[in-house]
């Protein structure tokens, strides 16, 4: 395993990090920690949830699975921001709501301190001075060590940069986008900012949500158990069809490589040098042993110049 650089900071991360989003929703308990565990045996030190997810429930499972020992091996992610209640302040990015937050999460995950704590995403109205203030009193405190954000414009990333360069507190240290093939609008500004401010880059859905997997093909229903099964949508709608189209085009280069197009697509992904580490999000032990497979197939410029004829730099596939 190469281990890679977390932003500016001394910490060292696997270049694909373990998303943990499914952990209570599809993927069971037992499975969850079985994927956990395996992750780790495969050199995987990077974990990311979120409060959010399945309302507390995939910290639940990422805690158990951590306990023995395996805490002190892990840089361990979560999130906050989203709704977690019934009252009209269990959400948004408020002091009140970020300090009540964190003590919930660091219960779930049974551990005294969060590596890199997120914003899961921006709230308008707060004001941005009064969420970084609150992050940086956790960072004080030692209940978190790292900032970051998540799904931010390039615009509120450069202002929460300049905020806390001005109050002299903790800044984000690394911003989490959906970044993909098939969704390629963070090259045009996010990524150039995050170049610029040594801002680590780890993505969501690198996969567009199992479209780049392959398994959704032309003339075809979808997988029984898929998330487009779920979801009951038609995969010959006109939004779909350019999806399908692409996807077509994109499975010559992977089997040119011998690979799995969700393969080809994760190695893409860390191929790009302003990327830290693509999220992984495995429903089952077999998907982590595909997506693992990712480290060990080679991108070049010819397939990258590939890549750019079906989908050009910067666009997306709505």
């Avoid at 709501?97 to 219960?107: C, D, G, N, Y």
């Avoid at 509120?156 to 940069?161: A, D, F, K, M, P």
């Avoid at 390629?184 to 949500?209: F, H, M, Q, T």
């Avoid at 991108?299 to 590939?306: N, S, V, W």
Wanted: hydrophobic letters at 35%; charged letters at 25%; a neutral charge.
């Amino acid at each position: 395993m190469n281990y890679v650089q977390f932003g500016r900071t001394g910490v060292r991360v696997s270049p694909l990090c373990l998303g943990c989003m499914n952990f209570g929703g599809p993927t069971d308990e037992a499975t969850s920690i079985r994927i956990i565990h395996k992750a780790l045996d495969l050199g995987i030190n990077f974990l990311d949830t979120a409060n959010v997810y399945s309302r507390g429930v995939s910290e639940t499972y990422v805690g158990k699975a951590l306990t023995g020992g395996k805490r002190e091996k892990v840089f361990l992610a979560t999130k906050v921001h989203a709704k977690m209640g019934d009252d009209p302040n269990d959400r948004g990015n408020s002091r009140r709501h970020i300090m009540q937050q964190v003590e919930a999460s660091l219960a779930r995950l049974q551990t005294e301190w969060i590596d890199l704590y997120q914003i899961h995403r921006p709230d308008s109205a707060t004001p941005i001075d009064e969420t970084l203030r609150a992050l940086d009193d956790l960072v004080h405190q030692g209940k978190v060590r790292y900032l970051g954000c998540s799904t931010f414009p390039a615009w509120q990333i450069c202002e929460s940069l300049w905020v806390s360069d001005v109050l002299r507190i903790a800044r984000f240290d690394c911003e989490q986008p959906p970044y993909s093939i098939f969704d390629r609008r963070i090259e045009n500004e996010v990524l150039p900012l995050c170049e610029k401010y040594d801002i680590a880059v780890i993505p969501w859905s690198p996969l567009y949500g199992g479209w780049l997997t392959g398994k959704y093909r032309k003339g075809q229903p979808p997988p029984e158990g898929s998330r487009e099964a779920r979801r009951k949508n038609e995969l010959d709608r006109q939004v779909a069809e350019k999806r399908l189209d692409a996807v077509e085009k994109l499975i010559p280069l992977a089997e040119a490589k011998g690979c799995t197009l969700s393969q080809f697509a994760l190695a893409w992904n860390m191929n790009n040098p302003t990327v830290t580490a693509p999220i992984i999000g495995p429903r089952t032990e077999g998907q982590l042993e595909d997506n693992f497979g990712a480290l060990s197939v080679e991108i070049t410029p010819e397939d990258r110049k590939k890549v750019d004829e079906i989908v050009p730099p910067g666009a997306n596939i709505p």
